[in-house]
């Protein structure tokens, strides 16, 4: 949970403070999380509270914003209209009670603290007279709302309440406990009735009641609803089964024949009440946690709101989603979530991170699983699913990748990257653990997580080692990275400082460097440190954590990750602003427009070993790769079979000249302009090929097939210059007819062993010497005549080769 800090908004502020400036536009704009959401009794209005210290009033017809109510220092976790429409209550992670006039914006009366955590729901009593409110403190509370008097109290509960509700006539109120029971007590007095009833495995989500009172619907994060009877306590339908991530929101139709559920999943699901069988969904139109629902008081319409800031107004019996208008490429992101490449998650990708091999890469999300994915064609090679009880914040492999690391809520596990047992799990934080890191020889683990904890543990035998203190204590600590040679270590905090430690003493060396930045990276060779503050990048120096570059702003919303090229000359950034932008090292140039293609948050970037690639997760479900030279997005369906190709390809030998004085000056003069082995061959070749005749219908298959080579050779040429450049010889090109040769003419080691006479190419290729165009005939063209005629017959000991010379260089040479 994230901690926004803001200031208050006196009781008689005026109305102008309130009205928002985006009454017009796109609608339902403003949120960037959505934890709360409810029609007014009128079904005029539609409230919502969220993150950002967000409390908001929409017209439910057309979506637009009609007040935005600040106050409230914190998340806002809960709110109720009261049953007359006059108020609308709000309870928040700042611990405190508001209550607003929802005509007006203005508050009404003083806001009330109600709980030693923050509340977790609020609810008017059907008289209006009283409010009832539930916190993490595992209190449930019944208030006068005129005099703000405390009547009930309970306290009976053994963990946080994360949610209640008054039945239908106010006379009771049932209760979700973490410790995974149903509670129903009487309203009056606080006494409990009926409970605890058992059935959930794990912590309770939300309750509600069917508008007869007779029946309780809980749900859970054992990602199953149950509906129990009100009278006597026992479970009469489920468990209702078929959400893939936990239940958050449940509520009843108006007439009680349905129930709608929403989940981390992402999607909703619509179940017949009375039988608990599945009628609609799964119903897929957000792409975060659905964390609120209400129904139309007519019961026609329905909305939800979830953690990626998206409101959707749906028709009840259609099932489809009324406004914002859905755009073709909108319904075709939300109905491939989940599939195709890098598919599967099915709630924000919180860390990403490469494997030493380069081919594989591993995912962590608020779903509870970690991934392990092929990179080279987006399929999983490993799911855990449900790795940790609770939303995986950050992970880690080794230098070696024999072990990754993952933190959770309270917890850090470590795994063989084998048989991906755990090996180590490892308990010290107090609540998330937002960050963990190997050292670069993987002896040590640091982690960071809430209330300034910052650890240094012993990878191997699970011990805690040494603490680094200086943190606000009441802050969380967002990053951690070692410097290369491991003696340094980085953390960024809520208390907008960034502080360097002696990994050895534990003692602060450098800082604190004054930045509210929740991302850092130490550059490969240790002397900088780049960070995201706000929505800048800032380049330090790491010894003396003074600004070398910056602020360099591209961004219009908070840096989220970042990451050094393995050769330090990049800085990649995501943001909240949905894109990802590189940078020069050097000097902060923007490199490139920024990448756009995620639909939220850009919540993790990482490198490729060979910095050819950039994986980034999201905040949309979503991970994504990309070609860092081009800022282009990978397509998997158009690059896996020639991925799998080139592969093949990249390590046949360059074709070169030595640098002697065979080039004429052109050549010379343009030696990059030259071909730098074979892979560069079949492109020229299919391109002589097109300027000397036209491609008629009947060569229209072939052409393709001739593109998909030329695909190949585009994407893999790159290492083919970076070979040439590493040695003493130069490229000259050869005439279109050579190509012939080299490619059809390469394989006469076949002629040799069939007792035919070897010559100085064959030799030549034997030793691994690079070729020469001899031009025997001196016509000039670099050819000896009768070669092609005499070599096309011929096959290459390269099975590929022939594939290459069948599709490309024989449809090259032969007659028009």
């Known amino acids: 949970m994230d901690s926004p800090s803001g200031s208050p908004t006196p009781s008689h502020a005026n109305l102008s403070t309130h009205r928002s400036e985006e009454s017009e536009g796109e609608p339902f704009k403003g949120h960037t999380a959505i934890y709360a959401i409810s029609y007014s009794p009128n079904g005029k209005l539609i409230a919502t509270g969220g993150g950002a210290l967000s409390l908001r009033i929409y017209d439910s017809l057309s979506g637009r914003t009609l007040l935005d109510l600040k106050g409230h220092t914190d998340t806002v976790w809960a709110l109720s209209f009261s049953h007359n429409g006059t108020q609308l209550a709000?309870?928040?992670?700042?611990?405190?009670?508001?209550?607003?006039?929802?005509?007006?914006?203005?508050?009404?009366?003083?806001?009330?603290?109600?709980?030693?955590?923050?509340?977790?729901?609020?609810?008017?009593?059907?008289?209006?007279?009283?409010?009832?409110?539930?916190?993490?403190?595992?209190?449930?509370?019944?208030?006068?709302?005129?005099?703000?008097?405390?009547?009930?109290?309970?306290?009976?509960?053994?963990?946080?309440?994360?949610?209640?509700?008054l039945s239908p006539d106010g006379s009771q109120l049932a209760s979700g406990c973490d410790d995974g029971n149903v509670r129903i007590y009487d309203a009056r007095t606080g006494a409990l009735v009926l409970g605890p009833l058992e059935g959930h495995t794990d912590l309770v989500r939300a309750i509600a009641y069917c508008p007869d009172g007779t029946r309780i619907a809980s749900c859970s994060d054992d990602c199953t609803i149950l509906i129990w009877d009100s009278v006597t306590g026992n479970m009469v339908v489920g468990p209702l089964e078929g959400h893939m991530?936990?239940?958050?929101?449940?509520?009843?139709?108006?007439?009680?024949?349905?129930?709608?559920?929403?989940?981390?999943?992402?999607?909703?699901?619509?179940?017949?009440?009375?039988?608990?069988?599945?009628?609609?969904?799964p119903l897929r139109r957000h792409h975060g946690a659905v964390c609120g629902l209400s129904h139309s008081p007519d019961g026609a319409r329905l909305v939800s709101g979830a953690d990626d800031g998206t409101i959707r107004v749906w028709d009840a019996s259609t099932r489809e989603v009324i406004f914002p208008v859905l755009t073709e490429s909108d319904l075709h992101d939300y109905g491939i979530t989940g599939t195709g490449p890098f598919g599967g998650h099915t709630n924000c990708?919180?860390?990403?991170?490469?494997?030493?091999?380069?081919?594989?890469?591993?995912?962590?999300?608020?779903?509870?699983?970690?991934?392990?994915?092929?990179?080279?064609?987006?399929?999983?090679?490993?799911?855990?699913?449900?790795?940790?009880?609770?939303?995986?914040?950050?992970?880690?492999?080794?230098?070696?990748?024999?072990?990754?690391?993952?933190?959770?809520?309270?917890?850090?596990?470590?795994r063989d990257c084998v048989e991906w047992e755990v090996i180590l799990d490892l308990s010290g934080h107090s609540q998330w653990v937002?960050?963990?890191?190997?050292?670069?020889?993987?002896?040590?683990?640091?982690?960071?997580?809430?209330?300034?904890?910052?650890?240094?543990?012993?990878?191997?035998?699970?011990?805690?080692?040494?603490?680094?203190?200086?943190?606000?204590?009441?802050?969380?600590?967002?990053?951690?990275?070692?410097?290369?040679?491991?003696?340094?270590?980085?953390?960024?905090?809520?208390?907008?400082?960034?502080?360097?430690?002696?990994?050895?003493?534990?003692?602060?060396?450098?800082?604190?460097?004054?930045?509210?930045?929740?991302?850092l990276s130490f550059s490969p060779d240790g002397r900088t440190i780049a960070c995201g503050s706000s929505n800048s990048l800032v380049v330090l120096d790491a010894d003396t954590v003074s600004m070398i570059l910056g602020p360099l702003k591209r961004h219009s919303s908070s840096i989220r990750c970042v990451a050094y090229s393995p050769d330090g000359s990049t800085i990649c950034t995501g943001s909240d602003d949905h894109t990802i932008c590189l940078w020069d090292a050097k000097n902060g140039d923007l490199l490139l427009d920024p990448l756009r293609g995620h639909k939220q948050s850009v919540l993790s970037v990482a490198f490729s070993?060979?910095?050819?690639?950039?994986?980034?997760?999201?905040?949309?479900?979503?991970?994504?790769?990309?070609?860092?030279?081009?800022?282009?997005?990978?397509?998997?369906?158009?690059?896996?079979?020639?991925?799998?190709?080139?592969?093949?390809?990249?390590?046949?030998?360059?074709?070169?000249?030595?640098?002697?004085?065979?080039?004429?000056?052109?050549?010379?003069?343009?030696?990059?302009?030259?071909?730098?082995?074979?892979?560069?061959?079949?492109?020229?070749?299919?391109?002589?090929?097109?300027?000397?005749?036209?491609?008629?219908?009947?060569t229209k298959k072939s052409s393709t097939l001739l593109g998909?080579?030329?695909?190949?050779?585009?994407?893999?040429?790159?290492?083919?210059?970076?070979?040439?450049?590493?040695?003493?010889?130069?490229?000259?090109?050869?005439?279109?007819?050579?190509?012939?040769?080299?490619?059809?003419?390469?394989?006469?080691?076949?002629?040799?062993?069939?007792?035919?006479?070897?010559?100085?190419?064959?030799?030549?290729?034997?030793?691994?010497?690079?070729?020469?165009?001899?031009?025997?005939?001196?016509?000039?063209?670099?050819?000896?005549?009768?070669?092609?005629?005499?070599?096309?017959?011929?096959?290459?000991?390269?099975?590929?080769?022939?594939?290459?010379?069948?599709?490309?260089c024989i449809p090259c040479c032969r007659e028009p």
């Open 434 to 519: 937002y960050c963990v890191r190997f050292s670069p020889d993987a002896k040590l683990l640091a982690s960071a997580g809430h209330n300034g904890e910052l650890f240094l543990w012993d990878s191997e035998t699970g011990e805690k080692l040494r603490s680094m203190v200086g943190h606000d204590s009441t802050s969380p600590v967002w990053a951690v990275a070692f410097s290369p040679d491991g003696r340094k270590l980085a953390s960024c905090s809520e208390d907008t400082t960034l502080r360097v430690w002696d990994v050895d003493t534990a003692e602060m060396i450098a800082g604190p460097f004054e930045t509210a930045s929740r991302c």
């Open 245 to 281: 991530d936990w239940v958050t929101c449940v509520e009843y139709s108006p007439d009680g024949k349905t129930l709608l559920t929403g989940s981390h999943d992402t999607t909703l699901r619509l179940w017949d009440s009375f039988t608990g069988k599945l009628i609609a969904g």
């Open 349 to 414: 990708v919180r860390a990403v991170a490469y494997f030493p091999d380069g081919k594989h890469a591993v995912s962590a999300s608020h779903d509870k699983s970690i991934r392990k994915w092929d990179v080279r064609t987006g399929a999983p090679a490993k799911e855990l699913m449900r790795c940790h009880s609770n939303a995986v914040y950050s992970l880690s492999i080794s230098f070696d990748g024999k072990r990754l690391a993952s933190g959770a809520y309270g917890s850090i596990k470590v």
């Open 90 to 165: 709000s309870g928040s992670a700042d611990r405190t009670i508001r209550i607003w006039d929802p005509s007006s914006g203005e508050t009404i009366g003083e806001p009330w603290e109600a709980h030693s955590d923050y509340v977790s729901n609020v609810a008017y009593s059907p008289d209006d007279k009283v409010i009832a409110t539930a916190g993490m403190d595992g209190v449930v509370r019944i208030w006068d709302v005129a005099t703000r008097a405390k009547l009930v109290e309970v306290t009976d509960h053994p963990a946080a309440v994360r949610c209640f509700r």
């Open 609 to 698: 070993p060979d910095g050819r690639h950039i994986l980034s997760g999201s905040w949309d479900n979503t991970l994504k790769l990309w070609n860092s030279a081009s800022g282009e997005m990978v397509n998997f369906s158009d690059s896996d079979l020639r991925d799998e190709e080139a592969n093949t390809l990249l390590d046949l030998p360059a074709v070169t000249v030595p640098r002697a004085g065979a080039m004429d000056e052109a050549t010379q003069a343009r030696p990059s302009e030259g071909i730098t082995d074979l892979l560069d061959l079949t492109a020229i070749a299919f391109a002589s090929a097109a300027k000397t005749r036209e491609v008629q219908s009947t």
């Open 708 to 808: 998909r080579f030329a695909a190949i050779w585009s994407r893999v040429r790159m290492r083919g210059r970076q070979r040439i450049r590493a040695s003493d010889t130069a490229e000259v090109p050869p005439t279109p007819l050579r190509l012939t040769q080299i490619f059809v003419g390469r394989g006469q080691r076949r002629n040799l062993a069939a007792g035919e006479p070897e010559d100085s190419e064959d030799i030549r290729r034997a030793n691994n010497e690079p070729l020469t165009w001899d031009d025997d005939d001196g016509d000039g063209d670099g050819e000896r005549d009768g070669d092609a005629n005499s070599r096309t017959s011929q096959r290459s000991a390269h099975p590929c080769i022939d594939v290459i010379c069948f599709c490309l």
